[in-house]
């Protein structure tokens, strides 16, 4: 009998600032098409989970596995080689990452925006990045904004071009850390909308968000840090119905 590994698996993840632990024994499995949602408190580590994940940040401790290939392990100081064979396996994985303050390029339409990862990093000719960037806009309802620049969209609009613009590349995993909490509250909706139908077909998501309506709704596993440890994980219903810890409790209910 064969087992499919987990599309990502963090094991035993620790990372350190200084002197200071930011992730401490973080383990995960994320199943291929599934959704999780990350909660907690700021400061809990939820931003440096995404970013160790992305390979942003190397990690101090344990192992990151992609399809149950190492992604990101453990490095010792003075000894650098797999940082690069990291990158060289990130830019291989094309994972999107969506920020909560949306990072276009002010100075590049909405299509040129999107377009660009495309063309450098993919290697796609002019033509076939921006017919890319096409789709992508119009899959999260933007196909008749391609020629704005962003200070003429809304910040809804905004983040939904940073959404096509991790589309675009086709990952294999799409990191959302709060993409909607610099938003005003009449545009979240249109945001959690596109992410409700990237989720209904089939991509896979590891969304930190203080959405609980949406986490609820859409995620298939939602999990809970705490001073850069998973203090609660299990099915929304679980977690958010009947958080076991005192510390979840509080958390909840401060944010509903
Ligand atoms: P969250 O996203 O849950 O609010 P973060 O992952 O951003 O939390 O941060 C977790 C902790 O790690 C915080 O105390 C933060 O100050 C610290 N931290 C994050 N990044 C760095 C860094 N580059 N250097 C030093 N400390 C950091
Ligand atoms: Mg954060």
Redesign the pocket.
């Known amino acids: 009998m064969t087992t499919t590994p987990p599309l990502l698996q963090l094991v035993k993840v620790g990372k350190s600032?200084?002197r200071?632990r930011?992730l401490h024994e973080v383990d995960l499995d994320v199943a291929a098409g599934s959704v999780t949602c990350i909660v907690?408190?700021?400061?809990?580590?939820?931003?440096?989970?995404l970013?160790t994940v992305n390979m942003l940040?190397p990690i101090d401790e344990g192992a990151i596995l992609f399809e149950g290939t190492m992604i990101g392990h453990r490095m010792r100081k003075n000894h650098r080689v797999p940082v690069a064979k990291s990158v060289a396996r990130r830019q291989t994985l094309h994972f999107g990452m969506v920020f909560q303050n949306f990072n276009l390029f002010p100075n590049h339409t909405a299509l040129d925006n999107v377009a660009i990862a495309p063309r450098l990093v993919r290697k796609l000719s002019k033509d076939a990045a921006r017919a890319t960037a096409t789709r992508a806009l119009e899959q999260v309802g933007l196909g008749d904004r391609t020629g704005h620049y962003p200070s003429e969209l809304s910040g809804g609009q905004q983040q939904r071009v940073a959404i096509a613009r991790a589309l675009a590349m086709e990952p294999r995993l799409l990191l959302f850390?709060e993409p909607t909490s610099a938003l005003d509250p009449e545009l979240v909706g249109e945001v959690l909308g596109v992410m409700r139908e990237l989720a209904a077909t089939g991509s896979t998501m590891l969304v930190?968000t203080h959405e609980l309506r949406f986490a609820a709704d859409v995620a298939d596993q939602v999990v809970m840090?705490d001073g850069?440890r998973i203090v609660e994980a299990g099915a929304p219903a679980e977690i958010l119905a009947d958080a076991r810890t005192e510390r979840a409790r509080k958390f909840f209910a401060s944010v509903t």
């Open positions: 600032f200084g200071f930011a907690g408190p700021s400061g809990s580590g939820k931003s440096t989970l970013r940040e850390d930190v840090m850069g």
